[in-house]
């Protein structure tokens, strides 16, 4: 069962910009993850945030959560050209699942 | 290096003819997975395994088969091909002890079914 939506499907930024994206999924969570694809590829994980933390940073990226709204934000700040792939986050309400959402597509111009 | 191993990375097969897609990693890890990708539907999770010789279905299991005989291998079965199950297939591991539940994907397996 998909629980993860994230929004806007698409975004697309000029570099040096930042770009949010939002996820929000339905049940409570032990932790929310977020991934990244590039075009075709593997997904690589970017970040963990676990259901009793509100904020949590990793080099250019900054992830919060709300447990009480149910939601979920990624910042990728001063974006690069390579930053460009589809980002997903990821809920696990158990652990033995990690349920996607469809992601976003960011397009990063130079 | 650390890894997640599948393949073939690319098959065009027809209807009927039986497949296996295969997984190995090299982590030690309990947790293996497999998920497909659909575009507008994401990824789903078809079969999981949280250590060897124990294996659940996932969210779209039909059409599947998996065995986990050994740690580091989790092959993927399509015993009679459909269409419906042209997509991007992943495999994916876990470890228990980091208690994170990072999963560690492979690079994934373009099936075309014809």
């Known amino acids: 069962s998909q629980q993860g939506e994230e929004d806007p499907q698409a975004l697309s930024i000029q570099e040096g910009e930042n770009a949010t994206m939002n996820c929000s999924y339905k049940?409570?969570?032990?932790?929310l993850q977020w991934y990244r694809q590039n075009s075709g590829r593997g997904l690589v994980h970017l970040i963990l945030i676990r259901s009793n933390e509100r904020e949590k940073h990793s080099g250019r990226l900054r992830v919060t959560l709300d447990t009480s709204k149910k939601s979920s934000s990624l910042l990728i700040t001063a974006s690069r050209a390579a930053d460009t792939a589809s980002y997903f986050c990821a809920t696990d309400g158990g652990y033995s699942t990690l349920t996607f959402g469809k992601g976003t597509m960011l397009l990063v111009s130079p | 290096e650390a890894q997640v191993t599948q393949n073939p990375r690319y098959l065009i097969t027809v209807t009927g003819k039986k497949l296996t897609v295969t997984c190995s990693q090299n982590?030690?890890?309990?947790?293996m997975s497999w998920y497909r990708q659909d575009p507008g539907l994401g990824l789903r999770q078809i079969y999981y395994s949280m250590n060897v010789e124990v294996t659940d279905k996932g969210d779209v299991p039909e059409g599947y088969k998996v065995s986990r005989k050994e740690k580091r291998n989790f092959p993927l079965i399509l015993e009679s091909p459909s269409p419906n199950q042209t997509s991007l297939y992943f495999c994916?591991?876990?470890?228990?002890?980091?208690?994170?539940?990072?999963?560690?994907f492979g690079e994934g397996s373009r099936l075309t079914v014809l």
């Open positions: 994916a591991s876990s470890s228990w002890e980091t208690n994170t539940g990072e999963l560690f």
């Open positions: 982590m030690n890890h309990e947790y």
């Open positions: 049940t409570s969570i032990n932790n």
